[in-house]
């Protein structure tokens, strides 16, 4: 048996960076900074978060830096070649699956305030 859900509540570290393909689909990615609380202070973590679809277009319209969100999702890695060195490099990720926005109605902007807390 295998698992790999990942669960991250965070504020989000800068505004979210949306690709639009000619196939349609819709790509997300933005940063996600998680407090790890330590004995002197809060030192935060940052996560790379890719989003697609529906899913991706919430977070394009809705999510602000600064904005809190929490995320599930699968722990994933982007592998290439370095073609300087020849070395063959990977970097983590979180595929994110569900989006929850968070955070009072005074927080999120615009349309958004008769928006139900939903899902995504």
Same mark, same amino acid.
């Given at each position: 048996?295998?698992?790999?859900?990942?669960?991250?509540?965070? $504020?989000?570290?800068?505004?979210?960076?949306?690709?639009?393909?000619?196939?349609?689909?819709?790509?997300?990615?933005?940063?996600?900074?998680?407090?790890?609380?330590? $004995?002197?202070?809060?030192?935060?973590?940052?996560?790379?978060?890719?989003?697609?679809?529906?899913?991706?277009?919430?977070?394009?319209?809705?999510?602000?830096?600064?904005?809190?969100?929490?995320?599930?999702?699968?722990?994933?890695?982007?592998?290439?070649?370095?073609?300087?060195?020849?070395?063959?490099?990977?970097?983590?990720?979180?595929?994110?699956?569900?989006?929850?926005?968070?955070?009072?109605? $005074?927080?999120?902007?615009?349309?958004?305030?008769?928006?139900?807390?939903?899902?995504?």
């Amino acid at each position: 048996m295998s698992i790999n859900v990942v669960t991250l509540v965070g $504020r989000v570290g800068s505004d979210p960076d949306i690709k639009y393909f000619e196939s349609g689909t819709v790509k997300c990615r933005l940063t996600l900074a998680v407090d790890r609380r330590t $004995r002197n202070s809060d030192e935060p973590d940052w996560f790379t978060l890719e989003l697609w679809g529906k899913t991706a277009e919430v977070a394009g319209n809705y999510v602000r830096k600064g904005k809190q969100i929490a995320v599930k999702g699968s722990l994933r890695f982007n592998n290439w070649t370095d073609r300087q060195t020849g070395v063959n490099r990977s970097t983590p990720f979180i595929h994110v699956d569900q989006l929850d926005l968070l955070g009072s109605k $005074r927080d999120i902007e615009g349309g958004m305030a008769d928006m139900p807390s939903e899902q995504f």
